[in-house]
């Protein structure tokens, strides 16, 4: 923000323009809500329902929301071609349980939820804010109700129904899908609709719902997102829905939501600067290091798995030696010089970048596949196995402590990092996972016994997690979280077996009293402990297919010798599930 010399129309230039214009709270409160006026006027215009769709074409060209989502992705069924992938939307609540759940907690969320929007529209000048907020809240409960669950989206097969753009026009015959592919620039062929049903529900809600009723809500998803740019009258009426939702007391201070808007807009901008003095090259040989022998570890467990028969075992490893790589940051970055970012111009800057990405992804469809792109920048605090490309991926973000310390010892990494590495390959052979082959193609190649004798291990490991009490009566889905906690349990186990082969040759030296075995679990403890409300728990279970940090460590550990071997622990200890309940994958 600092740098002065930067060139206007440079990389330098949008970094420090994007930051500042963020960071300009006065002018945000000058502004008040003129940034979106013109684009709520435009909604307002709209004379009949055929207009929804140039209107929800601009918002999605724009990275706003709502009714579904259009967006391109590569064909589950053939992992080379990108086409266009349409999938259920249009939620302003995080799931579809939130509608639909009579639980006190729900309801209350839901009327804060109501009050927050009628607050905005409110303010943008609806004298029936109240009673159009209520109606658009009857109409996201309808989009919920035709909604597939979680937990049903997590079967690639169940969301994959490839069809040409005549049979999509079939389902939702009341759509102005000319006038929307328009506003998108989207030239589309063959599409995967993820979920059929809600897209002909969508149709019966286009003739059913009154126009007014459409304008609050497109009005809605533009002034929720829009909201934290905007003064603070709107902030208000944002952060109120987000503290029903997370349980915090008070926003993050403006120079950190800043710095993640920006990371969100110019993310491979920022990446530059941040690998420069985050990530040496001196860390990214250590972590290369680390998958190799992460590599060579699961590739012992795939040969003495006893749940895998032969045919099986050949096919998933050749998948694990087909396993691409990308650690700290893409060797190609984006081009963002078609960006206009402005002094001053907070919203207009978020827009505009919000456009370019969009447009960046449509502009995919019917081109071959680039295996090098990133779906997360390198300052993120994440990491990601993608099945269609068949890859692991590590930010240069995760790459810091507590999850990789060039400064410390290779048992406290392999606890930390190691078993995030095994986490995201166990990914490709989880319970989704499993069901893509070594070049990300979406078929059935492991035989149907030893699919079997798999899900009965993920079966006992789903029932173990739908064990736990979060918070009163709730539980953590097991279902929802499956793939997660299968990639937990394999991980640990892969990363502990690669641990003993960087210590082969060396002393099982104690460290602040602790052999190495013990600072390997005390590494993945580590990475996990957190402070989290009770609401946001809540949210947590409802939403996450992770689940949360407790279970992830106590939940895998107890299941593994090596955990009870390090620390003592005997049958009836409270870390050690009974041997007829304990669950081995890898």
Known sequence: AGDKSAKSGSDGARLRDYFTSC???????????TPIAGILADVDGMTSAKDLGRKLGWLHANGIGGGFNLFAAQDARNSESVIALIAQGGLGLPDREYYLRTDSASVAT??????ALGNLLKLSGDAAAEAHAKAVLELETAFAKASMTNVQRRDPKAVYHKMPLDSVRALAPGFDW??????????????????????????????????????????????????PTLSSAYVKEW???????????????????????TDDALGEILGQSYVKVAFTPNDKVRMQTMVKNLRAALGDRIAVAPWMGDSTRIAAQGKLDLFAEKIGYPDKWKDYSSVKVMPGQHYTNRMNANAFEVARNIEKIGKPVDKSEWSMTPPTVNAYYSGSLNSINFPAGILQPPFFDSK????????AIGAVIGHEMGHGFDDRGRQFDGKGNLRDWWT??????????????????????????????????????????????????????????????????????????????????????DSDLRTQVQTDPHSPAKWRI???????????????????????RPESAQVRIW
């Open 23 to 33: 960071m300009d709270s006065a002018g945000a409160e000058q502004k008040g809500g």
């Open 110 to 115: 839901r009327d804060v939820y109501v009050r």
């Open 178 to 227: 000319n006038g929307y592919l328009a506003v998108r620039n989207a030239k589309v062929g063959d599409v995967n609709v993820n979920q059929p049903d809600f897209v002909r529900a969508f149709d019966g809600l286009l003739a059913s719902t009154p126009l007014e009723t459409w304008k609050a809500y497109l009005k809605g998803r533009i002034l929720f997102d829009a909201a």
């Open 239 to 261: 952060f109120a829905l987000r503290q029903a939702l997370t349980g915090t007391t008070e926003m993050l201070p403006r120079w950190k939501r800043c710095i993640a808007e």
């Open 408 to 415: 410390a010892d290779d048992a406290t990494n392999y606890g």
């Open 448 to 533: 149907a016994a030893d699919v079997e004798r798999y899900k009965k291990l993920a079966d006992a490991v789903r029932q173990q997690f739908n064990d736990y009490t979060v918070l009163d009566t709730v539980h953590v889905n097991g279902s929802l979280t499956l793939g997660e906690n299968l990639a937990d349990l394999g991980g640990l186990a892969v990363a502990y077996a690669a641990m003993q082969k960087a210590y082969a040759n060396q002393p099982r030296t104690k460290l602040g009293g602790f052999t190495p075995e013990q600072r390997f679990f005390l590494g993945w403890a580590r990475v996990w402990r957190n402070l989290q409300t």
């Open 554 to 576: 106590n939940g895998p550990m107890s299941n593994l010798k090596e955990f009870h071997d390090a620390w003592g622990c005997k049958h009836g200890d409270a870390m050690v």
